[in-house]
């Protein structure tokens, strides 16, 4: 069942459990996904950056794909088609492609143009039923080519773009995309602690979740973190089982070598991933 990540997110909070944002890629990873939400019961969210949506040819493709996906593998649990660090055209285009859910990050520019773009895109999604996240500060590592500095949001700004009736905000608390560097100093819980007292019942967003350990996951879902990203991890272990089967030859053996069974070790083992998070998330059965 499509939907916007707004009412998940509301039931997240109240329940204390986080939803998972996991990007997508292509049809098997969409798949593997969608096979281990359902299989848990859990709501879930397809994250898809600018990048993977130009991958796959559009929005307009992705959409297409997840609905008839949907559909054909008989998916009853809620499902979010969300753009991931959506520029304002991005978030345009994904409005025009039918997205459900929307994150407009518009860390890049001056407060006050964030918020103008941001109050924009709200009264867009809120005719169109669709759900936004928005960000404040800028989360640190590399994705799609845009490298920021993991550094900790201001919680008085957060509170400032919260009351503009965002649906979920994501906030710098020290996490970075991608894997952590061994002198990585941890989640700032402080800085959590104070932004979710200053935005009260607003789902908070972490991005980042590779690599973060399970102690520190729970505790940040403690203190009102309701959505968790997870893209390297998967694209990891699907990197991993691929290199296993083709190292022990196995491309080799008959028609080994067909896309159906190349490609089968990896989504198995995104399966696997995305079902370990849904556990650690407590999401399982929330469906
Ligand atoms: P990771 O790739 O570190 O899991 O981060 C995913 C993310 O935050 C997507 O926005």
């Known amino acids: ?166 649906d979920m905000l994501a906030a710098g608390i020290g996490n970075i995309h991608g894997k952590y560097p061994e002198n990585w100093a941890g989640l700032s819980f402080e800085t959590l602690d104070a932004i979710q007292k200053l935005t009260g019942d607003m789902p908070l967003v972490l991005h980042g979740g590779t690599g973060i350990p399970d102690d520190m996951i729970k505790k940040a879902i403690d203190l009102g973190v309701a959505k968790i990203n997870v893209n390297t991890e998967c694209q990891l272990v699907f990197a991993d089982a691929t290199r296993k089967y083709v190292e022990a030859g196995k491309d080799l053996e008959g028609k080994g070598f067909d896309p159906r069974k190349l490609l089968k070790p990896g989504a198995e083992a995104i399966v696997a991933k995305v079902k370990e998070k849904m556990e650690l998330f407590g999401s399982v059965g929330k469906a």
């Open 1 to 166: 069942m499509m939907v916007s990540a707004k009412e998940m997110l509301q039931k997240a909070v109240a329940g204390h459990y986080a939803v998972g944002q996991f990007n997508i890629n292509n049809l098997e990873w969409t798949k593997a996904i969608l096979q281990a939400a359902e299989e848990c019961k859990s709501p879930v969210i397809l994250g898809v950056s600018e990048g993977a949506g130009k991958y796959m040819t559009g929005f307009k493709t992705v959409e297409a794909m997840v609905e008839a996906m949907v559909e054909e593998m008989g998916i009853t649990v809620p499902v979010a088609t969300h753009l991931d660090h959506g520029s304002y055209d991005g978030c345009k285009k994904c409005i025009e492609a039918g997205f459900t859910s929307i994150m407009f990050d518009g860390s890049k520019y001056p407060i006050e143009e964030n918020v103008a773009k941001t109050k924009e895109l709200i009264e867009i999604c809120r005719e169109k039923g669709m759900s936004l996240e928005a960000e404040v500060g800028a989360i640190g590592g590399e994705e799609d080519g845009v490298v920021g500095q993991g550094e900790c949001a201001d919680p008085n700004e957060c509170k400032m773009i919260a009351d503009l009736g965002v």
